[in-house]
């Protein structure tokens, strides 16, 4: 029969063996590699090729969640080069939604969904003052919706280069 090694004393083992990590452990060799403690059960996590005992493991190996700043246990997010807890990555806006496989916008190392961010630092159209997402008419010294540049006077989008303003309000060449 071949001679079993200690995967930490590197002597003879003889006895009752502890066999994990594809090494075989005296009994009361087997402990945490950062606490010195037995590790007892079936439950603990391995760095470098030792054994760690959970809290351990979670103390000085876990993910630190960006938005709590505790250790992760379960699944992690990892976005905006920072680590989440998957509840903890919500939109930065007011609706809070969940942002776990959604696409979004950064903002000061947050995410946002694409409603809130508008709503919170798109520019406003004069004309409905609804965030402009898209392209806008810059005129009057505003932003404004394509269909919101109307003439004060008729309603109807100006779509011409020239036009006439009335009270900071644009008029068609016609209604001028």
């Known amino acids: ?6 995967g930490k004393c590197n002597e003879t083992v003889t006895g009752r063996i502890i066999t994990a990590l594809n090494k075989s452990w005296h009994p009361d060799h087997f402990v945490c590699l950062k606490c010195d403690k037995p590790i ?14 959970s809290d351990c493991f979670l103390q000085y190996f876990s993910e630190i969640c960006a938005s709590c700043k505790k250790p992760i246990k379960g699944k992690i997010i990892k976005a905006l080069g920072q680590t989440w807890h998957e509840d903890h990555f919500v939109c930065g806006g007011p609706c809070m939604k969940p942002m776990s496989g959604e696409s ?3 903002r000061d190392g947050k995410p946002y969904c694409r409603e809130d961010f508008e709503n919170i630092f798109a520019a406003k159209c004069k004309g409905c003052e609804k965030p402009i997402s898209d392209k806008a008419i810059v005129a009057l010294e505003a ?11 008729c309603k109807e989008p100006i779509t011409a280069n020239t036009f006439a303003v009335e009270d900071n309000q644009p008029l068609c060449t016609s209604c001028a």
Do not use: L, Q, Y
């Open 1 to 6: 029969m071949a001679e079993v090694i200690c």
């Open 104 to 106: 979004f916008f950064e």
């Open 40 to 53: 007892s059960g079936s439950t603990f996590n391995e760095r470098e090729g030792s054994p760690i005992c």
């Open 143 to 153: 932003k404004w919706h394509k269909d919101c540049f109307k003439c004060k006077a």
